[in-house]
C-alpha cells in the first residue's frame, strides 16, 4: 500500500506552514515557502522557507539556540521518574533530518557548542553545529531503529531522552566584539546579576557566569544562592578546592539550604576527601534530619571507624522517619552484625529482603552479607537462590538491548559469586567450586579470586589454589578505574590474600619474577599467564589489519550470536567466526543464563586475530552500602 497525499493549492503552503510553526512554539513570521512534489512518492517530501523572529530566544542575554523544532522524545531535567507499564511507541523506523543556517548579528562572535551522539538498539541522534564566517549552521540527525522501546530499556530512554533536551537548549553564547559593537550594557541590579549568572550556568558559559557571580557578591556578599553558583562554576572548570570554599560561604549565608552541603560532600568524596566528606554529610543531616543519603553516608563513614553503636544511633533514628527504605534496613543489619549484635541485624536482613522479593540485588546483597558473617546459612541460600532465579527472570527481558545484557551479565558474576561463598561457608565444596570458577571467569575480580582459592584450599587443591590467589593478587594490583566500581578488596584484604598464599606455599608471592623453563623459554608471570588463558584467537586468512568491537551473546548449549559494534569496517566480517569460536566462560550446573560481552579483536594482517573479552562493568547498585569486603 502507498500512501497518497492530497494536493495542496499553492496559495495556502505560507498559512499552513506558518500554523505549523505557532505549534511547534516558533513565533516568527514565514515567507517564500517552496515544496518538492506531491507526485513523486519515491522521494522524500521536502518544505523550505523563510523565518523571520525579532527578540529571538534568549537574545536579551545574547544566547541563542538553533531555530529547529524538537524531535519529540526530549525528558527536561527535572522531569518526574515514571516507570513504564507497557513498551513505547516511537513510531514508524526511519530518519528524520532538520537543517538550521543562522546569519550571527554584525559586531558578535560566538564559541561553536560541543557536538552530541547518542546511540541505542532503539534510538540514534547526532547534533552538531558549526560557526564560520559568522553563520551559525546546526545539523541534527534523528534515527528511529524500532518501533517501541521495551520495558526493559525505560531507563535508557530515559538518559537518552535527557542527553537530546540538553542538546537541543544547548544555548550559543554570543560576545561582543570591537568598538561601537553595539553590546548590551552589563547589568547592575544583583537579581539581574543573578539572572543573568545562572542563565550562563546553564548555557555552560562557565566562565561569564563567574564574572557575573564575582561582581554580584562585591556588591551584596550575603546574597543567596550567588556562591552556590559561583562553586559550580568553579567546579565546571575543574577547580574543586576553590568551590568548597565557596560553598561553606553558602552554608553560612543559607544553613538551611541543603544544596549546598550536598554539593560539597559529592565533590569531597570525588576528591577522596573521606573525613571532610562525612563532615558535610554530618551538616547536611543536621540541616535535614530526614535526608536518607546523609544518614547512610554517615552511617557508612562511622562503620568504616569500627563506631558501630553512633552508626547504628544515625541509622535507627533515620529508619523511623523512613521505616520502609530498604536500604536502610540492609544497613542497619549489616552494622548490627558488626557489632555483635547478630540476632538484631538477622531480623533486620530479612525485612530488607523480604521487603523487596523481587529485588536480585537486595537478595543478593542479603545472602552475601548472612554467607560472611558464616550466619543463618539457609537464609543466605534462600535469598541467593532467590536472587539467581530473579536474575534469570531479569536476563529473558533484556533480549532486546544490549546495554541492558551487560548489566544482567555484570550482575550474574556478583550472584554466582555469592552463591558460591554460600556453599562453602556450609561445606558442600563442589558445588561452591563451580559457582565461584564461573564467577571468576566472567568478572576477574580480586574478591572472587580469592574466594576460589579459599574454596580449592578447602578441597586440597594445592597447585590450583596457589595459581587462583596469584591471579587475584595480579589483577588487585592492575590499575583500574573508580568508575568500573563492582567488588574489590581493601589492602588488609590483600594482605590477607599473600598470607593464604605463604601459609599454602611456604614462600612469598612474586607477581614480576620469571625463569628459563627446560625448553628454552620464559616462565609467565600470574599477569600474562592470566591474559593469555582469556585471549580469543581466530585465523587470519584474509590479512586482516586493525581493531574492532562486537558484542557477544553465550548461553550454556551455544553462542547465539556475534554482532560487530564499532571500530574498523574491515573486522565486520569476523562475524561469523566469532560465532563459532570458544570463550573462557562456564556456567554453573543447570543455568539459564545468557552472557552478553564485548569482545575486543586486534587483527595485524601477518599474524592471527586475537580477542579480549572486557569485562563486564558495574551500572547496578554495588554489594555492600558500607565499606569494601
Known sequence: MRLAFRQVAESKWNELVQQISYRLNFGGDVSDVKTTSLEDLDKPFEISYNYERKNYGGWEDRQIVAPLPPMGFEVPGGAPEKKLVEPMSLGAVGKTIYHARVELPSGYEATTPSSCHESHSFIEYTGETHIENGVMSTDRVLTIKKPKVALTEWDEFRKFGKALSDDEFNYVHLTAIGAGAGSAPEPTNPDEMFRQATSALEGRDLKRAEELLDKLLVKQPDYKGAHLGLAYAMAGQNRMPEALVELEKEEKVSPTDTRAYLAAARMATFQGKKDYAAEQWRRLLKADPKNRTAAESVAAYLVEQQKYPDAIEVLEASAKNAPDSSSLQFQLGETYIKAGQTEKGIAHLHEAADAHSTDAMMLNNVAYTLAEAKTDLSGAQKYGE????????????????????????????????????????????????????????????????????????????????????????????????????????????????????????????????????????????????????????????????????????????????????????????????????????????????????????????????????????????????????
Open 386 to 629: 532467590a536472587s539467581l532465579s530473579e536474575l534469570d527472570d531479569e536476563a529473558r527481558g533484556a533480549e532486546s538491548s544490549n546495554s541492558a545484557g551487560m548489566r544482567v551479565t555484570y550482575d550474574y558474576g556478583l550472584v554466582w559469586d555469592t552463591l558460591g561463598w554460600v556453599y562453602f561457608q556450609q561445606g558442600d565444596n563442589a558445588r561452591a567450586e563451580q559457582y565461584a570458577r564461573a564467577a571468576w571467569q566472567l568478572q576477574e575480580e580480586e574478591l572472587v579470586g580469592d574466594h576460589l582459592g579459599q574454596i580449592y584450599e578447602k578441597e586440597g587443591k594445592t597447585q590450583q589454589a596457589a595459581r587462583a590467589y596469584e591471579s587475584a593478587l595480579a589483577v588487585a594490583s592492575m590499575p583500574s578505574s573508580p568508575a568500573l566500581g563492582g567488588p574489590s578488596v581493601t589492602r588488609k584484604q590483600e594482605q590477607e590474600i599473600q598470607n593464604r598464599y605463604k601459609r599454602l606455599t611456604g614462600k612469598d608471592p612474586s607477581l614480576t619474577e620469571t625463569h628459563r623453563l627446560p625448553n628454552g623459554e620464559w616462565s609467565l608471570t600470574p599477569a600474562e599467564r592470566l591474559r593469555r588463558s582469556r585471549e580469543i584467537k581466530l585465523n587470519n586468512h584474509g590479512k586482516l589489519d586493525g581493531k574492532a568491537e562486537f558484542i557477544v551473546s553465550i548461553n550454556p548449549q551455544e553462542v547465539e550470536s556475534a554482532d560487530f559494534d564499532a571500530g574498523d569496517e574491515e573486522l565486520r566480517s569476523l562475524e561469523s567466526k566469532l560465532e563459532k569460536a570458544h570463550y573462557p566462560y562456564e556456567f554453573p550446573p543447570d543455568s539459564d543464563a545468557t552472557l552478553v560481552v564485548r569482545i575486543l579483536m586486534r587483527c595485524h594482517s601477518d599474524s592471527d586475530c586475537i580477542g579480549t573479552p572486557m569485562p563486564p562493568t558495574q551500572v547496578t547498585t554495588p554489594r555492600s552500602f558500607t565499606t569494601p569486603q
